[in-house]
């Protein structure tokens, strides 16, 4: 891969978001990555101007209600993220957002991929940092397919060789950015592709994916509409609008389906999200 054409085209069309503005702090860029999974950059990054203004530190967020922090969430999505985040920001206490990648890893919610973003993008370590875009970048621009393979760790390995021994961490973050601006999951914009005179899928005539990928990339896609996430979507918003806990009548009138509305109902109560008093009324956790 041509890492010269991927960071000069990444210097002339990096999207200015706020967390990459200088002098964010390692708890900016944790949060940012955190609440940047599974959801679109221009969602994030309102909520997350709004969540360091009110939490600028862990030891801000750790004194925060868990009830609060839920309601700042909105309609980011997935809310165990929030209180993954809270108790992230419990376990490091008076201390500081470590720069290891395996200190990071031990942090509550910390998974592989959020380690070793925040240990490159922050501290500079020369780590290989792979999501779904990167993914799918690899896979078109080395192995020549269109769609990219299930994640496996064997990827971490092949995107470190990629690295340049200087600035490796920007790099990474303009591999990231050349897969949600140019090479997409559809559509792809190759025309404006920094390599694409040397991309394997061009040279091999841009084939189409087998329908075993095709298949294996459709089940993947996860749906929203009339899921149990939705309903719990919808639960939520009821306890978030509400200053007093809610007889279960309430909750009630969200979704007509009785069985689907019960076991949503379920797994958040499963899950913490949501409580139980004694008199049976419902309401976010403290």
């Known amino acids: 891969m041509d890492t010269q054409a991927v960071m000069e085209w990444f210097d002339a069309n990096e999207r200015p978001l706020p967390w990459r503005a200088p002098g964010t702090s390692a708890w900016g860029v944790l949060l940012s990555e955190v609440m940047s999974q599974q959801t679109p950059v221009a969602r994030v990054a309102p909520q997350w101007k709004e969540w360091m203004q009110r939490w600028p530190t862990p030891q801000d967020l750790a004194a ?3 009830a609060d922090v839920l309601r700042a969430w909105g309609k980011l999505g997935y809310p165990r993220r929030a209180l993954r985040l809270w108790e992230c920001a419990k376990e490091i206490g008076e201390g500081e957002v470590p720069g290891d ?3 990071l890893l031990a942090l509550p919610g910390i998974g592989e991929y959020t380690a070793r973003a925040v240990a490159a993008f ?4 020369n780590v290989p940092v792979v999501d779904t875009n990167v993914r799918r970048v690899y896979a078109r621009a080395e192995e020549g397919r269109f769609l990219a393979p299930t994640p496996s ?3 971490l390995a092949q995107v470190e060789e990629l690295l340049p021994e200087e600035n490796g961490p920007r790099f990474s973050a303009a591999l990231m950015e050349l897969g949600a601006l140019v090479c997409t999951a559809k559509n792809p914009e190759c025309m404006a592709c920094p390599i694409k005179t040397t991309c394997a899928w061009q ?3 841009c084939p189409e994916p087998s329908a075993e ?3 294996r990339a459709k089940k993947r896609v996860q ?3 009339g899921t149990d996430r939705q309903v719990r979507g919808l639960l939520l918003d009821v306890l978030r609008a509400s200053p007093h806990p809610v007889p279960q009548s309430e909750l009630d009138t969200v979704w007509e389906d009785a069985p689907q509305r019960a076991r949503a109902l379920a797994s958040l109560l499963d899950d913490g999200l949501m409580e139980q008093n004694e008199e049976g009324l419902f ?3 403290q």
């Open 213 to 215: 990928e095709t298949a």
């Open 122 to 125: 922050h501290f500079g370590r």
């Open 64 to 66: 925060a209600s868990k």
């Open 223 to 225: 749906k929203f509409t």
């Open 101 to 103: 990648v395996d200190k």
């Open 283 to 285: 309401h976010l956790p």
């Open 203 to 205: 040279l091999a005539g």
């Open 153 to 155: 760790k064997r990827e």
